[in-house]
């Protein structure tokens, strides 16, 4: 039997545990100390994926590596009355979370930010949004507002944007070139995020919904976060990995097969290694 309370109270010390990371300026972080990072691919509720991701970081083992997750939320496990259960994965973030503060960085997807600022995404006709509500009401009958509402607190938190000494920028998409101009990263460093910033031509949600992989974008992008290396999520890709440009490394881990990338934190990355730091989970 689940205990709803000790559930809730993890989902708002995790939320605590992120504002707190010292290295972070609104939605942008900045690991300056970490040996090296695992980044794993959009999971939208795969705990077995998740739980292979975990195994692999085996961050007690291996003290100065960090882990990030990215796009837990709308999957398509569900419970027996059809509801989205991918509440649990994000339960289970939380708690790693706790154990490692400062090791472990849940990353903000398009589908999170649709989640806590209720503008409907759907699927086969489906909202994702009502299914995740509902699964949240199926788990947690007699605390689904609190619940809703301490994951809507801590979306608000995630961060956007990673950046790293060696010039790895982790991120969940890039804008597209039409938005790129206006693209703004300084706006991803206030918080609270304005309404602005999450509705189309805002500076978060160009991030979070761009598709345009082309080498000319990705350097634009680049360019504009100062960085040399894109690691990004947001599109399928059956095989767990794809290599779109020299410069990026896109990854999934909700369909047949885990995608992740395996970064050095800090040391520099020569362009013939890097498409080499990305794998598959086992």
């Not at 995790?14 to 972080?29: C, E, F, I, M, S």
């Not at 077995?48 to 100065?64: E, Y």
């Not at 949240?136 to 938190?157: G, I, M, N």
Request: proline share 5%; charged share 20%; aromatic share 8%.
């Amino acid at each position: 039997m689940i205990d709803a309370s000790k559930v809730l109270y993890t989902i708002e010390k995790a939320t605590q545990a992120t504002q707190k990371y010292p290295y972070r300026q609104g939605r942008v972080l900045r690991i300056p100390d970490a040996s090296d990072i695992l980044v794993v691919g959009d999971l939208h509720g795969r705990m077995d994926l998740f739980k292979k991701a975990v195994q692999l970081a085996d961050l007690k083992a291996n003290p100065g590596r960090h882990l990030v997750i990215q796009e837990l939320m709308h999957g398509t496990q569900t419970y027996e009355d059809g509801s989205d259960n991918s509440h649990l994965t994000v339960d289970m973030v939380a708690l790693l979370k706790c154990q490692f503060p400062l090791r472990v960085h849940y990353l903000i997807g398009n589908h999170e930010l649709s989640q806590a600022t209720n503008r409907r995404v759907s699927k086969n006709g489906k909202d994702l949004n009502q299914l995740f509500d509902m699964g949240v009401a199926f788990a947690y009958p007699e605390h689904t507002d609190q619940f809703l509402e301490a994951y809507r607190k801590l979306v608000e938190e995630l961060p956007a944007l990673i950046l790293l000494p060696n010039g790895v920028t982790i991120s969940h998409s890039l804008p597209d070139s039409t938005k790129m101009d206006s693209f703004d990263v300084r706006k991803l460093e206030v918080l609270p995020t304005t309404n602005e910033e999450t509705t189309p031509g805002g500076s978060l949600h160009s991030l979070l919904w761009g598709r345009d992989t082309s080498e000319h974008n990705a350097h634009a992008f680049l360019e504009k976060v100062r960085g040399k290396w894109l690691i990004t999520g947001h599109i399928p890709v059956f095989q767990g990995v794809d290599f779109p440009n020299p410069r990026q490394i896109v990854l999934d881990a909700h369909l047949d097969v885990g995608g992740y990338a395996l970064i050095p934190g800090q040391r520099e990355i020569s362009p013939g290694e890097f498409h080499g730091l990305a794998g598959v989970l086992q």
